[in-house]
T-cell receptor
Framework: DAGVIQSPRHEVTEMGQEVTLRCKPI?????LFWYRQTMMRGLELLIY????????DSGMPEDRFSAKMPNASFSTLKIQPSEPRDSAVYFC??????????????FGEGSRLTVL | AQRVTQPEKLLSVFKGAPVELKCNYS??????LFWYVQYSRQRLQLLLR??SRESIKGFTADLNKGETSFHLKKPFAQEEDSAMYYC??????????FGKGTRLHILP
C-alpha cells in the first residue's frame, strides 16, 4: 500500500492564482483530514470529513479556501485567490475509525506551497 | 474549546540524558491523547497513544487528568531520537488537533 498520496509535492505560484491540492486516502479509511503546517502555528486543522461528508471546517482560514471530497478515494483543497501568507506545507491524513474512535492518523508526504 | 499546548519549541538534550517533552491540554470531557513524530525526510507518524499504554522506542507517556498533561519521556536519549514531536488530542467528535510541536535535538 502506497499510503496517503498527495499531489503536487511542490507548488510555486504567483499571488492571485488558483491552487488545487489533491489527496488520495488509504482505501477503506473513513475519515480524512487536511492540515496546514507553518513554523509559527505548527499543525493547524483546516477541515475534516467522515464518510465523505465535511464535519468541521471551522479551521478554514477564509472564504478563499474550499475543500471537497466527491468520493471515498479523492479529496481536493483549493485556494482561490492565493496569497503569500498561504505559503506552507499542506498535509492530508486519513484514518480508519469514525464515530468517536478516530484512531491513528496516516499522513501523506505533504504539499509544499510557495506563493510569490 | 479544545487546545493542546507544547511550551517548548526546541529542546536540546545530550545523548544518554533523560528526555521530557511537555504537553498540556484543555478539553471538557475524556479525550484521547497521542504523540506523533516527524523524522527528517519522513512522514509524520504515530509514536504512541495513551490508551495503548505501550513503550515505543523507549518512550512512554502517562495521561494525568488532574494536571491535564501528557508528557513524553525517555530515560536515555539516543541520537536517532532527533525529530519534531507533536502532541495531539482527539475528542468525541473525531476532531484531532495538534500542538505547535517541539523540535528535539540530541547532542552527541
Amino acid at each position: 500500500d502506497a499510503g496517503v498520496i498527495q499531489s503536487p509535492r511542490h507548488e510555486v505560484t504567483e499571488m492571485g492564482q488558483e491552487v488545487t491540492l489533491r489527496c488520495k486516502p488509504i482505501s477503506g479509511h473513513n475519515s480524512l483530514f487536511w492540515y496546514r503546517q507553518t513554523m509559527m502555528r505548527g499543525l493547524e486543522l483546516l477541515i475534516y470529513f467522515n464518510n465523505n461528508v465535511p464535519i468541521d471546517d471551522s479551521g478554514m482560514p477564509e472564504d478563499r479556501f474550499s475543500a471537497k471530497m466527491p468520493n471515498a478515494s479523492f479529496s481536493t483543497l483549493k485556494i482561490q485567490p492565493s496569497e503569500p501568507r498561504d505559503s506552507a506545507v499542506y498535509f492530508c491524513a486519513s484514518s480508519l475509525g469514525s464515530g468517536g474512535d478516530t484512531g491513528e492518523l496516516f499522513f501523506g508526504e505533504g504539499s509544499r506551497l510557495t506563493v510569490l | 474549546a479544545q487546545r493542546v499546548t507544547q511550551p517548548e519549541k526546541l529542546l536540546s538534550v545530550f545523548k544518554g540524558a533523560p528526555v521530557e517533552l511537555k504537553c498540556n491540554y484543555s478539553y471538557s470531557g475524556s479525550p484521547e491523547l497521542f504523540w506523533y513524530v516527524q523524522y527528517s525526510r519522513q512522514r509524520l507518524q504515530l509514536l504512541l497513544r495513551h490508551i495503548s499504554r505501550e513503550s515505543i522506542k523507549g518512550f512512554t507517556a502517562d495521561l494525568n487528568k488532574g494536571e491535564t498533561s501528557f508528557h513524553l519521556k525517555k530515560p536515555f536519549a539516543q541520537e536517532e531520537d532527533s525529530a519534531m514531536y507533536y502532541c495531539a488530542l482527539s475528542g468525541w467528535d473525531d476532531k484531532i488537533i495538534f500542538g505547535k510541536g517541539t523540535r528535539l535535538h540530541i547532542l552527541p
